[in-house]
């Protein structure tokens, strides 16, 4: 059974509009045939007209049916907490908010109903990493404060740092990328971004070498200016330096189709089983006490244990 609180903004329209625009992994229709089905609840009585309308406050649950959902990793540390904003750190295979069949197996999930001590029923990403990716991410506990730090991202504020392992040397020790990205509408891909200079959205990286590894790969630090959907993971390919373990811009469309179709194959491979990237911190000046903060997340053990291995050997 998944629940939530009715809040303001959302107030005294239909239940079938409610949860199509809240919860948007169902259409109206599908959750029109759910509540049908009497499979949602308003303050504990089930609800079997979809005109029914919803108020401030009301007690909205879903009575979900049995489905096997994705394997995650559920291993995530908060690594910062204060009145106001969350930080997590996320490990690699989880993703931050629910898409497609991962209803409960991600990140929000987890921390509005699962989370020991205490859920935060109330929170909301500030920031967002890929399923694959790990590091931190920044929640807030509050809309007024998730509208402040949007505000804050939307004026280059809050400043990210990440570091990768990519195939390839780097001929600099640091550069700047600005290449514009947009969707790939070539691909049969629809989540697949590319460099696009006509109609892609202005992108900037900055990047820096940190060493050269064994087996032609290296470590380098990120920071993104801007935050475009794949943007380091566009920028890198597109500088030839695709990030080690990324499968859709380290692959060539066809071997990630198979792979998609026959994961097994990829892991049998011996390649990183995720794609090297991390967000090592995040810094802003907080939206309500006016200090600068700094939220770190160590490198994982699985990263960690690949820069082990990719160590030139000592003289």
Not at 33 to 62: H, P, Q, W
Not at 148 to 175: C, D, H, T
Not at 254 to 281: M, T, Y
Request: proline share 6%; charged share 25%; hydrophobic share 40%.
């Amino acid at each position: 059974m998944v629940s939530s609180k009715v809040p303001q903004q959302a107030a005294q329209v239909s239940l079938e509009s409610y949860l199509s625009r809240r919860f948007t992994y169902l259409s109206v229709e599908e959750w029109r045939k759910r509540i049908t089905e009497c499979r949602i609840f308003r303050n504990g009585v089930v609800v079997e007209d979809a005109s029914t309308l919803v108020f401030r406050g009301d007690s909205i649950a879903y009575d979900l049916p049995d489905f096997q959902e994705p394997p995650a990793n559920f291993d995530y540390n908060i690594v910062y907490e204060d009145e106001w904003l969350l930080g997590v750190d996320k490990p690699g295979n989880l993703l931050v908010h629910k898409s497609g069949r991962s209803i409960r197996s991600n990140l929000v999930f987890q921390l509005r109903y699962c989370h020991l001590p205490a859920p935060y029923p109330e929170i909301n990403a500030v920031n967002r990493i890929d399923r694959e990716t790990s590091g931190v991410v920044l929640f807030a506990k509050e809309i007024s404060v998730v509208r402040k730090m949007n505000l804050a991202l939307s004026k280059r504020a809050i400043r990210k740092e990440y570091f990768a392992v990519v195939k390839g040397i780097p001929a600099e020790q640091s550069w700047t990328v600005r290449l514009p990205i947009g969707k790939d509408t070539d691909s049969s891909i629809h989540y697949k971004f590319r460099i696009d200079h006509n109609a892609g959205k202005y992108a900037e990286t900055t990047i820096e070498t940190i060493g050269v590894l064994q087996g032609k790969t290296a470590l380098l630090r990120v920071i993104p200016v801007t935050g475009r959907t794949h943007q380091i993971r566009v920028h890198l390919a597109a500088c030839g330096l695709p990030i080690l373990g990324d499968k859709l811009y380290g692959m060539s469309e066809k071997d990630f189709i198979a792979w998609k179709n026959a994961p097994q194959h990829l892991e049998s491979g011996g390649v990183f089983s995720r794609q090297a990237l991390h967000c090592g911190s995040i810094a802003f000046e907080h939206p309500e006490t006016q200090k600068q903060v700094i939220i770190k997340a160590p490198v994982p053990p699985d990263m960690q244990q690949l820069l082990t291995s990719l160590q030139p050997p000592l003289c």
